[in-house]
């Protein structure tokens, strides 16, 4: 063999790996049109637009948690609290409207609560070194306990929420035909889609889930940045809240349990690895729409509920069992 | 150059859907879905029917037996039926409501996880002109065609005619009530206190919440006061459990309990309790489907359906 030739083995084996690494890149929109062909090809009622905007309404909230989720797995770490937060922060915006405060600025404080519950989990994973499963299951606890306290375990439901426009337009509602909770998901995928791809507070993430030490060493301020993630975390949790409360009209106090898996579940189908550094926001969003459509599809097509969850999990070790070929 | 022109085009096709949007006469702000088309009552035959069922949870064998009441009396005659599991959960309910919806069944039969959260998704069902009939619990808002639920005074009133055969006339009794305030309370409440009036005497009432705990503690504090009582009313079986423990150092005072719980009917094989009036799911179930059918014959529909109860005795009573 001449150097001639080995050279271009080599320059063609690199395209091969380039060209399968956008491939798998591909794999979960891949995996999202042939589940939408199936349940199509069971029930042609998928493909209705009604439907289409009824699944994306459903996506919503757990798009949102999701999107939050990303970034706190990127760095490696996991937010379990994120169903609390929603709980909490949504049983206390229903307080507020219900005793006269605009629902708007109910919503707003809210969210900014929701953020500050974040932060608590950022600051005991960076200043208390706590691991973040732990800390944000100890979190996760507390968070729902303080809902159960506060509502005294009923929902808050009253008759300023049935009555306000702006209350039901937020999770009900349609803008120009589409439901306003999609609208809401699809500026917030924009807005982090930006932060994470086109500015440094993203290349940061990606540096402390590639490589912590390496991170702090090249001059990162990683706690500084890991505390704003968590932030993130909780104020998507929390934006996601003031949708249900509305889709409901009224918080209850049991809201958001079993949220977290649903958002991991999205994060990781999207192709985003565990152990961080690796992912993209773009793939969370699709990750979200493989699950509604499951839910949705499955409903539709009239399989058993019980049959549903089974379906899920093995959907979700599928998608494992491909990333980690991936990495081998 | 190709990205400027697929944003152009992206552009124009928004614009274009924005104006037809407008013009067509929709609501740019609203609600409710503008593109919702609203089907109007046609007669149908229970074969031709599809019935959409939303249960609240399937790990409590009450609500499977509504389950099996619906399915087995659909397909008798032949409708097809879908059930979900709501899994306790409101959000997930609401998701099945709303993909039931799409899935352009007939009618609804709900059993809802909480009155106030299913109110949005009875109002979606009524603008789609689905008719909406709730089992045990109904909604909040919105319009249901009919409520089937256990004819709560008449098991009140069984409870008391129980008591007064057993007991005679003029016994010493005490009343454990639920929750303050809600229906089950208030309906076996008054059932029990009409027909007990004037042949029993009912020393004292006390709350203990439906809880079983506070049933236990309620009881004591009874058995304290009125150590000379002959009977226990309890307006539900976790009550009537807590009130066993609290008065087994005196087993012959007759508790009756409410609801047939799996506990409560095993208490009253093993004669800790005397008798519980029992709910029957399964028939409940039945009688939703029922009036789905009258409805679809064009009948009137009643807008409460009373499922019947069943007193179920222990046996050194009967």
């Known amino acids: ?328 | 150059m190709t990205k400027k022109i697929l944003s152009i085009a992206v552009g124009a096709l928004v614009l274009i859907y924005a104006i037809v949007f407008v013009v067509s006469g929709r609501a740019v702000f609203s609600i409710s879905n503008p593109f919702q088309t609203n089907t109007v009552l046609q007669h149908k035959k229970p074969s031709e029917l599809k019935i959409g069922v939303s249960l609240s949870t399937l790990n409590n064998p009450f609500f499977i037996s509504i389950r099996q009441g619906v399915t087995e009396t659909a397909k008798q005659s032949g409708s097809k039926v879908q059930v979900y599991d709501g899994q306790n959960s409101t959000n997930k309910q609401s998701n099945d409501v709303e993909d039931l919806i799409q899935k352009k069944v007939d009618v609804l039969i709900i059993n809802p996880v909480d009155s106030s959260a299913i109110t949005p998704e009875v109002k979606s069902a009524n603008e789609a002109g689905i008719p909406v009939i709730t089992i045990d619990r109904s909604s909040d808002g919105g319009k249901v065609l009919s409520l089937v639920a256990s004819d709560s005074k008449e098991g009140g009133k069984m409870a008391a005619d129980f008591m007064i055969k057993t007991l005679g006339q003029g016994a010493k009794i005490a009343e454990l009530q639920g929750t303050p305030g809600a229906s089950a309370t208030r309906e076996r409440g008054a059932g029990f206190d009409n027909t007990a009036k004037g042949h029993l005497d009912i020393v004292t009432k006390q709350t203990a919440n439906f809880d079983r705990t506070a049933g236990l503690n309620t009881a004591e504090n009874i058995a304290q006061a009125h150590p000379d009582i002959k009977g226990l009313f309890s307006q539900n079986d976790e009550m009537a459990l807590g009130a066993v423990q609290a008065l087994k150092s005196n087993p012959d005072v007759v508790i009756v309990g409410f609801d047939g719980s799996a506990d409560g009917i095993n208490a009253v094989e093993k004669r800790q309790m005397a008798a519980t009036v029992a709910q029957k799911p399964k028939e409940m179930g039945k009688l939703a489907v029922q009036a789905a059918y009258k409805h679809f014959k064009g009948e009137k529909v009643s807008s409460q359906i009373k499922s019947p109860l069943e007193l179920i005795v222990a046996d050194k009573y009967k």
Request: aromatic share 8%; charged share 10%; no cysteine.
């Open chain 1, 1 to 328: 063999m001449t150097n001639t030739d080995r050279e271009q083995k080599v320059v063609k084996e690199v395209k091969d790996k380039k060209v399968l690494q956008k491939l798998s890149g591909l794999g979960p929109v891949l995996a999202l049109i042939v589940l939408a062909l199936i349940t199509t090809v069971m029930n042609p009622s998928f493909l209705d637009p009604n439907n289409l905007l009824n699944l994306l309404r459903q996506v919503s909230i757990n798009g949102l948690i999701a999107f939050g989720m990303t970034f706190v797995i990127l760095t490696g770490g996991i937010d379990l609290s994120v169903g609390a937060i929603l709980a909490l922060t949504s049983a206390l915006s229903a307080m507020m409207i219900t005793s006269g405060v605009p629902t708007l600025i109910a919503m707003l404080i809210g969210i900014i609560f929701g953020g500050l519950l974040g932060g608590l989990n950022g600051l005991l994973i960076t200043k208390g070194g706590a691991a973040p499963f732990i800390a944000s299951l100890a979190t996760m606890t507390i968070f729902r306990g303080a809902t159960y306290v506060f509502t005294d375990g009923n929902p808050i439901t009253s008759k300023v929420m049935n009555d306000s426009f702006i209350f039901q337009f937020i999770g009900r509602g349609y803008f120009f035909g589409i439901p306003v909770p999609v609208i809401i998901m699809l500026i917030s995928f924009l807005i982090l889609y930006m932060l994470l791809h086109k500015m440094t507070f993203g290349r940061k993430t990606y540096a402390l889930g590639g490589n912590e030490k390496a991170a702090f060493v090249s001059g990162i301020k990683v706690n500084l940045t890991k505390t704003w993630i968590y932030v993130i975390s909780g104020i998507m949790s929390s934006a996601a809240g003031m949708i249900l409360i509305s889709r409901l009209s009224s918080a209850q106090p049991d809201a958001g349990t079993g949220f977290e898996m649903d958002a991991i579940a999205a994060v990781v189908l999207g192709g985003t690895s565990l152990a961080g550094g690796r992912g993209r926001i773009f793939g969370t969003l699709i990750g979200a729409l493989i699950i509604g459509t499951l839910n949705n599809g499955m409903n539709l097509i009239g399989i058993s509920s019980f049959y549903q969850q089974i379906v899920k999990g093995i959907v979700i070790i599928i998608a494992v069992l491909i990333d980690r070929r991936k990495k081998v």
